[in-house]
């Protein structure tokens, strides 16, 4: 197999995560979609109909032994690990006000969008540390971006447990990339705003109308794609001394206005 970069993508079977999963390739790498579903032939297809090099690793982020097995697993296969992208992630299956949030939808949603993410961070950090130093200084330069949302810091009270979540999605990554910096392993956030996903089919009228009022500057839904330039960025290498950058993909949402 030719020599190329390795990047990893979790939740990339759709959405986000698939638009990620093809802008990384047509940069160049070779990817790794993950996801929990046992089957992604339509999402390798698309792939590989953009003639890009891709595997598929299931893999649930919530259990300790499946996040090990696609780390370890793919150090060992290909020797190095160049980006990590973590974007899997889930919203409540109901959308309940908080004074009516369960427990076991705060645990499901909390749990894989920040404690997962927390430890896939801790486990991708320190395979990268290692190769690190058993690689020549200018070979290997790896990278971690973590995918929060708008709602890190934008209340919505019909889905605290998710805003509550991605919070913590920006923290980790402000941990992370302090504590790499020292090992020249630059951390990044990109914070999605309104993108045309499954995820937001259920609220799209909703939207549709807020967009048209001028909610954001640029008047449109985002696509994957925007997410996915951001992401391609913070790899770039252009941006490694803004380590712990947010990078906002929401057509200016985070501008405050008059």
């Known amino acids: 197999m030719k020599l190329q970069k390795i990047a990893i993508v979790t939740g990339a079977r759709r959405g986000i995560g698939l638009g990620i999963a093809k802008e990384l390739g047509l940069e160049g790498y070779y990817v790794i979609l993950s996801a929990t579903s046992r089957d992604a032939t339509d999402s ?4 590989r109909e953009l003639g890009l090099d891709c595997e598929y690793q299931k893999c649930d982020i919530n259990i300790r032994d499946e996040r090990e097995a696609l780390i370890d697993g793919i150090c060992e296969k290909f020797g190095r690990l160049d ?18 949030t369960t427990e076991e939808s705060y645990d499901r949603v909390v749990n894989t969008n920040a404690r997962s993410t927390f430890f896939m961070c801790q486990l991708a950090a320190n395979r990268m540390i290692a190769m690190k130093k058993d ?17 890190s810091y934008t209340s919505s009270i019909t889905r605290g447990e998710y805003c509550i979540s991605k919070a913590s999605v920006s923290m980790t990554t402000q941990l992370f990339a302090d504590r790499l910096a020292e090992f020249g392993i630059p951390v990044f956030e ?24 001028g909610l954001v500057p640029i008047k449109r839904f985002g696509e994957p794609k925007d997410v996915a330039d951001c992401v391609v960025a913070a790899c770039s290498g252009r941006l490694d001394f803004a380590t712990g950058q947010v ?4 057509g200016g949402f985070h501008i405050r206005r008059l």
């Open 135 to 151: 690689a020549a200084p200018t070979k290997f330069a790896p990278r971690i971006v973590n995918i929060a949302s708008i709602s």
């Open 190 to 213: 990109v914070r999605p705003g309104i993108i045309l996903t499954d995820m937001t089919q259920v609220v799209k009228e909703k939207y549709q109308k807020l967009i048209a009022e």
């Open 247 to 250: 990078l906002n993909a929401d």
């Open 44 to 47: 390798l297809s698309q792939m």
């Open 83 to 100: 980006v990590l992208v973590n974007n899997a992630g889930v919203a409540p299956q109901v959308r309940l006000d908080i004074l009516e």
